[in-house]
């Protein structure tokens, strides 16, 4: 099975929220809900804080556990590219998906009664190319691939930063690379 993937610079993110606002278009989300969001974190203390910013979306993981929880098979992995997708036309919107992701991905959806998440834009990456988040970045912070490919083309990216832990348990398609500081444990979520 192929194994596409997304790839992000945190070097090159300035926090613009592009890609962010045409993810949300493109799905026509409601206010509050989002499939792709960045957010802003600093780590350090005066003279020498710094901040760095992430891209957040559903990492389509290889072992993930919204697919291993639902109890009706509303979230499967997509045979041919690996991508993790939702039918809602089985989904029950019990918002197992919701509680056990540990990355927080998947959402009710409340006036449809189901969950969504981000589908790594399956339905119009065809005639695209490639997601619409990655179309709209012009600090071209974000990438989609084969897993592989991307892998050997940044060879320093990780799986796991420290905002984003657990990639031991899922194997998320998602490499990060770009800022040292992404890896500090003393982060703050300046979303809070």
């Known amino acids: 099975m192929a194994r596409k993937a997304f790839y992000f610079d945190s070097s090159r993110c ?5 890609c962010q606002v045409a993810c949300k278009k493109k799905n026509d989300l409601p206010i509050g809900i989002n499939y792709r969001a ?28 919204c697919v291993a929880n639902c109890p009706t098979g509303a979230m499967y992995r997509d045979e041919e590219d690996g ?21 927080g991905v998947p959402v009710l959806l409340e006036d449809k009664k189901v969950t ?3 589908n790594a834009c399956i339905d119009t990456r065809p005639e695209d190319g490639v997601p619409t988040c990655v179309a709209a970045c012009g600090m071209r ?18 799986q796991e930063i420290a905002c984003r832990p657990g990639a031991d348990m899922t194997d998320p398609s998602t490499l990060i690379d770009g800022r040292e500081c992404v890896q500090d444990s003393a982060y703050r979520d300046l979303r809070m």
């Open 14 to 18: 300035v926090a613009c929220k592009t």
């Open 38 to 65: 960045v957010a802003s974190y600093e780590v350090g203390e005066f003279p020498t804080a710094k901040m760095y910013h992430i891209s957040h979306t559903c990492n389509h993981c290889l072992n993930a556990a």
């Open 83 to 103: 991508t993790v997708q939702h039918d809602d036309e089985i989904c029950i919107g019990c918002e197992t998906c919701v509680k056990s992701c540990p990355y």
């Open 116 to 118: 969504g998440k981000c």
């Open 141 to 158: 912070a974000l990438e989609f691939g084969d897993y592989d490919e991307l892998a050997a083309k940044h060879p320093d990216a990780v």
